[in-house]
Each structure stands twice: as structure tokens, then as C-alpha cells.
């Protein structure tokens, strides 16, 4: 197991994969991280949708204008839910489960990327929710938060540089 320390240096967003597919076990473990990610109250009301195939794929990377064209390359993307109307913290609860599955990527040797759909679309007026919904079959109760892109890395990021963390935005007891 990597320490977390270092997990959290090396995380990078990732926007180019290979083709090679993901193991069902690693899929398995980082929807596991997810499902096990901390909610308000408990709920656990979150739901994650995988996406393998390559048409979907596209239709999703399609879904807004700027910022998601890398998914059509993607072999593995997970869509993050939630129902606004049962739970009022569903979007730092998908958030949370979210970056969880990307920590959990990372410590399997995956590359990841956030993909932010909630409040983006199209210039047509199209809503990514939306789109996303009638690519998917999701009922009209649940939200879109993000699609994370997962799959074996296809390049190299350096870590984070500890020099350029920005302490000065730390405040202590005032601001």
C-alpha cells in the first residue's frame, strides 16, 4: 500500500490512455473506495453509472462543449449521481466519493480525470444533465455531478512540486 502522503503527491489528472483494459478487480476496488466514501448522515444516496462502451463513450464526451473530448479514449468512465431532492449535500457527498475512487485509481497505477458536468452543456442551451440522462436511461429525479475518466496511463505527470503549495492561503484561528 502507498502512503498517503505520497498518493496525494502523485495524483495527477490524466487525460491520455492506453487501450488496455481494466482489470474487474481494479474496477471492483475503486468502486468499492467510492461506495465507502463518508456521507451526510449516512445516506449513502450517490449512485455511480459505469460506462465501457465506446459509443456511449462518445455520446458522453459529447455532452458539453469544452473539457470532455478525451473520454471518447477512455476505456472506463464512472458517472456520479445524485437526488437533490432526497439529500441536500448529494453534491459534496458525489464529491467526496468521487476523488475517493480517484485516490484509490491512482494507488492501482490508473490514471483518472474529473470530468465536470453539473451546471455545463452545450451552446444550444442544452443542459450536460441532459444529454447525459438520454444517453443513460437515468431517471429525471437524479443529477449529474461529474464523469471520472479512468484507465491505464498513456503519460507521465511529475508529482505535485512541494514548493509551489501555497501555504499562505492556510489561516489559523482568523483570516
Given at each position: 500500500?502507498?502512503?498517503?502522503?505520497d498518493?496525494?503527491?502523485?495524483?495527477?489528472?490524466?487525460?491520455?490512455?492506453?487501450?488496455?483494459?481494466?482489470?474487474?478487480?481494479?474496477?471492483?476496488?475503486?468502486l468499492?473506495?467510492?461506495?465507502?466514501?463518508?456521507?451526510?448522515?449516512?445516506?449513502?444516496?450517490?449512485?455511480?453509472?459505469?460506462?465501457?462502451?465506446?459509443?456511449?463513450?462518445?455520446?458522453?464526451?459529447?455532452?458539453?462543449?469544452?473539457?470532455?473530448?478525451?473520454?471518447?479514449?477512455?476505456?472506463?468512465?464512472?458517472?456520479?449521481?445524485?437526488?437533490?431532492?432526497?439529500?441536500?449535500?448529494?453534491?459534496?457527498?458525489?464529491?467526496?466519493?468521487?476523488?475517493?475512487?480517484?485516490?484509490?485509481?491512482?494507488?492501482?497505477?490508473?490514471g483518472?480525470?474529473?470530468?465536470?458536468?453539473?451546471?455545463?452543456?452545450?451552446?444550444?442551451?442544452?443542459?450536460?444533465?441532459?444529454?447525459?440522462?438520454?444517453?443513460?436511461?437515468?431517471?429525471?429525479?437524479?443529477?449529474?455531478?461529474?464523469?471520472?475518466?479512468?484507465?491505464?496511463?498513456?503519460?507521465?505527470?511529475?508529482?505535485?512540486?512541494?514548493?509551489k503549495?501555497?501555504?499562505?492561503?492556510?489561516?489559523?484561528?482568523?483570516?
Amino acid at each position: 500500500m502507498t502512503d498517503f502522503k505520497d498518493l496525494v503527491q502523485m495524483r495527477r489528472s490524466h487525460r491520455k490512455f492506453t487501450k488496455e483494459e481494466i482489470d474487474a478487480d481494479a474496477v471492483k476496488q475503486i468502486l468499492r473506495a467510492g461506495l465507502m466514501s463518508p456521507t451526510s448522515k449516512s445516506l449513502r444516496a450517490w449512485h455511480f453509472v459505469l460506462v465501457e462502451d465506446a459509443r456511449d463513450m462518445e455520446k458522453l464526451a459529447d455532452a458539453k462543449d469544452l473539457g470532455s473530448q478525451f473520454l471518447k479514449e477512455a476505456p472506463l468512465a464512472i458517472v456520479v449521481l445524485g437526488d437533490p431532492m432526497q439529500n441536500d449535500c448529494w453534491v459534496e457527498d458525489g464529491s467526496i466519493a468521487a476523488i475517493s475512487m480517484q485516490y484509490q485509481a491512482e494507488e492501482l497505477g490508473l490514471g483518472s480525470c474529473w470530468i465536470q458536468m453539473r451546471g455545463r452543456g452545450l451552446s444550444d442551451g442544452t443542459s450536460a444533465d441532459t444529454v447525459i440522462r438520454g444517453v443513460l436511461g437515468i431517471p429525471e429525479n437524479y443529477s449529474v455531478l461529474c464523469i471520472l475518466a479512468v484507465g491505464h496511463k498513456a503519460d507521465e505527470r511529475k508529482p505535485q512540486n512541494e514548493d509551489k503549495l501555497k501555504w499562505e492561503n492556510v489561516h489559523v484561528d482568523k483570516f
